[in-house]
């Protein structure tokens, strides 16, 4: 389904009447069902139809509406899995709304997933670390505030590299416990880290630890040192200690010994499973909401290290699309989670002007969140191995009309993948020059064919092109998340001669095509580079190639791209801390970037800049460009720090 680009004004009074319909569900369910509330958003909100009937006057919901408990809290969805029956602790108390925090998936979803496994490690499992236990359950050694490059320390008060880089000295915070009131200690890093090194290639982030990790030593309950196999100057801050998303945190060796991690589910309400250090438990959880309360005897208030955070209840649930979220928050029933595409963020802030992005004015609503938009070519699969059909296809290509057009002006071009956060250190110090030189951000019929022409094509008497008779197809897959570059590459790509055509995804396939080598292009994101552009650039290192038919070890080291002479130089990055400063340095990371605009094995188009939406209604607090204390992303580790300084509304 394509994600929604702009609302008419028929499609924008349709959200406003749903926005009234939501209300009416709410207090609905405050009469038929005699459980937990949900903070006011009911599962109904989150994927009801536009044709659904409704009152047309939208209408704030009440604070008799929004406490009210939902169905979804006691009796078993229509929509959920079978198997995955309701789970909770015993009985859910009440919680009134404004001391609720209602969340969505980041990522639009009709359920959430495996709503009885918590095992965030096992691979292909829903992530309940990325969508509700990284502001709930679980919590980091370290987060990081990616506006000003600032450590958070957090479970650790530090870390120290050796000299070489081998080794990592960790010091953990004295008086952390878990919530089943064990200490947290350096034996639960020591077994969660060597749990993953040795469950290689089960467990997700195994293979990181497969190659880098060699044991932790503990030489006493607060001191954890990390040995590497090689040099690895960034192994801490980028595994550990960046808070960007998906990061490792520590599971409690003493509930975990003696499972199988490829099979244990970490879930059992009853015996406070999931277990974690962080300020909030889960106390129920099927497929339509999770509730996660307020644990009042938290380590960090007991220690002074924090003093409680305000919401005392934080409530996940679901919504299918844009559309769905634009109601959801025009009724106010929910505070933050998925951002809104920015044409439909500009039309539902005139009917709610509580909500806010992270700038106070647009076009460019959103902060950088490490990602652009771009071009996957399976570099080993005719007749994208060869280079000047990759370039050729770039030129066809206007980025400012995919922004312009796909996302109202709210992203800008790119043609590296290098983010905002490092963009303004890094480019000036040498990198820019490089992107001069090839000129790769234009729009240009001429090269096109120069390159075309040099990769044995011409034009067919339909005006595509083609070679020995057969007309070149472009198939582009495009995962529901990127549909708005959908329509808009195929019309530039047919301008330019190239007989393209587009397919948006909304199931899984897209990944699994991807990963297995089956797929021509796909477009969607190369994440990563949000300190230092080895980040983003390791990932096209041959290592990560593998064979058609064989699995790569992720979607953002997949383009199959193989090149020794960049291969070479990627290795000599890894082993010393990055610096616009070391010349030397800068020498082997120029050299990669002119290695990597000449070949173009993939194509970046936009920085991503996601308009994620706070509403004040309820809470205030929120990260913004005027109070950039962390950055503003809900699935990064470090939205935490959100959830320990919004503030409720007086």
């Known amino acids: 389904m394509n994600t929604p680009r702009s609302l008419s004004r028929a499609q924008f009074l349709r959200l406003s009447a749903l926005a009234a319909a939501t209300t009416v569900v709410a207090a609905c369910a405050s009469q038929s069902a005699p459980a937990a509330p949900a903070g006011g958003a009911t599962p109904a909100a989150a994927s009801s139809s536009t044709g659904a009937a409704a009152p047309t006057k939208p209408a704030a919901p009440t604070q008799a509406a929004a406490a009210a408990p939902t169905a979804a809290a006691s009796t078993s969805s229509a929509g959920a899995t079978p198997g995955s029956a309701p789970a909770s602790s015993g009985t859910v108390a009440s919680v009134p709304r404004n001391q609720t925090v209602v969340v969505t998936p980041w990522g639009f979803e009709s359920e959430i997933g495996n709503p009885t496994n918590y095992n965030i490690y096992l691979i292909g499992n829903y992530?309940?670390?990325?969508?509700?236990?990284?502001?709930?359950?679980?919590?980091?050694?370290?987060?990081?505030?990616?506006?000003?490059?600032?450590?958070?320390?957090?479970?650790?008060?530090?870390?120290?590299?050796?000299?070489?880089?081998?080794?990592?000295?960790?010091?953990?915070?004295?008086?952390?416990?878990?919530?089943?009131?064990?200490p947290f200690t350096s034996q639960d890093v020591k077994f969660t880290l060597e749990m993953l090194r040795d469950n290689s290639p089960d467990l997700q982030y195994s293979t990181i630890y497969k190659e880098w990790l060699k044991n932790v030593d503990t030489p006493d309950d607060l001191t954890a040192i990390i040995n590497l196999t090689k040099p690895g100057p960034r192994f801490f801050h980028e595994n550990l200690a960046l808070g960007h998303e998906n990061h490792q945190v520590m599971m409690p060796s003493h509930i975990w010994k003696g499972q199988d991690p490829k099979t244990f589910t970490n879930f059992d309400l009853a015996k406070g499973w999931p277990i974690g250090?962080?300020?909030?438990?889960?106390?129920?959880?099927?497929?339509?909401?999770?509730?996660?309360?307020?644990?009042?005897?938290?380590?960090?208030?007991?220690?002074?290290?924090?003093?409680?955070?305000?919401?005392?209840?934080?409530?996940?649930?679901?919504?299918?699309?844009?559309?769905?979220?634009?109601q959801l928050?025009?009724?106010?029933?929910?505070?933050?989670?998925?951002?809104?595409?920015?044409?439909t963020f500009n039309a539902v802030i005139t009917k709610n002007p509580k909500l806010k992005s992270w700038n106070d004015k647009g076009p460019v609503w959103g902060a950088p969140d490490g990602c652009g938009y771009v071009i996957n070519f399976n570099n080993m699969k005719a007749p994208w191995n060869n280079r000047d059909v990759r370039i050729a296809i770039n030129y066809a290509i206007d980025r400012q009309q995919l922004a312009t057009l796909g996302y109202a002006g709210s992203?800008?071009?790119?043609?590296?993948?290098?983010?905002?956060?490092?963009?303004?250190?890094?480019?000036?110090?040498?990198?820019?020059?490089?992107?001069?030189?090839?000129?790769?951000?234009?729009?240009?019929?001429?090269?096109?064919?120069?390159?075309?022409?040099?990769?044995?094509?011409?034009?067919?008497?339909?005006?595509?092109?083609?070679?020995?008779?057969?007309?070149?197809?472009?198939?582009?897959?495009?995962?529901?998340?990127?549909?708005?570059?959908?329509?808009?590459?195929?019309?530039?790509?047919?301008?330019?001669?190239?007989?393209?055509?587009?397919?948006?995804?909304?199931?899984?396939?897209?990944?699994?095509?991807?990963?297995?080598?089956?797929?021509?292009?796909?477009?969607?994101?190369?994440?990563?580079?949000?300190?230092?552009?080895?980040?983003?650039l390791k990932d096209l290192h041959s290592k990560f190639s593998r064979p058609i038919g064989t699995a790569c070890p992720s979607s953002a080291s997949c383009t199959r791209y193989?090149?020794?002479?960049?291969?070479?130089?990627?290795?000599?990055?890894?082993?010393?801390?990055?610096?616009?400063?070391?010349?030397?340095?800068?020498?082997?990371?120029?050299?990669?970037?002119?290695?990597?605009?000449?070949?173009?094995?993939?194509?970046?188009?936009?920085?991503?800049?996601?308009?994620?939406?706070?509403?004040?209604?309820?809470?205030?607090?929120?990260?913004?460009?005027?109070?950039?204390?962390?950055?503003?992303?809900?699935?990064?580790?470090?939205?935490?720090?959100?959830?320990?300084?919004?503030?409720?509304?007086?």
Not at 138 to 166: H, K, R, V
Not at 280 to 297: F, H, T
Not at 432 to 442: H, L, P, T, W
Not at 451 to 478: E, R
């Open 329 to 343: 928050y025009l009724a106010n029933s929910i505070d933050s989670g998925n951002a809104l595409q920015a044409s």
């Open 127 to 182: 992530n309940h670390q990325r969508e509700a236990g990284d502001k709930t359950i679980y919590e980091d050694l370290m987060y990081t505030d990616l506006n000003t490059g600032e450590l958070i320390p957090w479970q650790a008060e530090s870390f120290t590299n050796s000299a070489d880089y081998t080794s990592i000295t960790v010091k953990l915070r004295k008086g952390i416990t878990w919530s089943d009131g064990q």
């Open 411 to 536: 992203d800008h071009p790119i043609v590296a993948p290098f983010s905002g956060y490092m963009a303004a250190k890094w480019l000036p110090a040498g990198l820019q020059a490089v992107i001069d030189k090839y000129g790769r951000d234009k729009t240009d019929p001429a090269k096109v064919a120069q390159h075309m022409t040099a990769a044995g094509y011409a034009k067919d008497s339909n005006g595509f092109w083609a070679k020995g008779g057969q007309t070149l197809k472009v198939p582009i897959t495009v995962p529901k998340s990127f549909a708005p570059l959908a329509p808009i590459l195929p019309v530039q790509l047919k301008k330019a001669g190239f007989d393209a055509s587009s397919t948006i995804d909304s199931s899984s396939a897209w990944s699994d095509n991807l990963l297995q080598g089956k797929s021509d292009l796909t477009a969607y994101v190369h994440c990563g580079s949000i300190s230092d552009p080895w980040e983003t």
């Open 277 to 326: 250090t962080g300020a909030y438990k889960l106390v129920s959880s099927n497929a339509q909401q999770q509730i996660y309360d307020r644990r009042e005897d938290w380590w960090g208030a007991k220690t002074g290290f924090k003093p409680l955070p305000q919401p005392k209840r934080i409530v996940l649930i679901p919504a299918t699309s844009d559309e769905a979220m634009a």
């Open 562 to 650: 193989v090149n020794t002479e960049y291969d070479t130089l990627i290795d000599k990055m890894e082993a010393v801390p990055g610096s616009p400063d070391d010349k030397q340095y800068m020498t082997w990371a120029e050299q990669a970037l002119d290695i990597y605009l000449r070949d173009m094995p993939e194509i970046m188009l936009l920085e991503e800049l996601w308009v994620t939406t706070f509403n004040n209604t309820y809470w205030t607090g929120w990260p913004s460009a005027k109070d950039p204390y962390v950055a503003p992303y809900p699935c990064w580790e470090a939205w935490n720090m959100v959830i320990h300084k919004i503030q409720p509304v007086k």
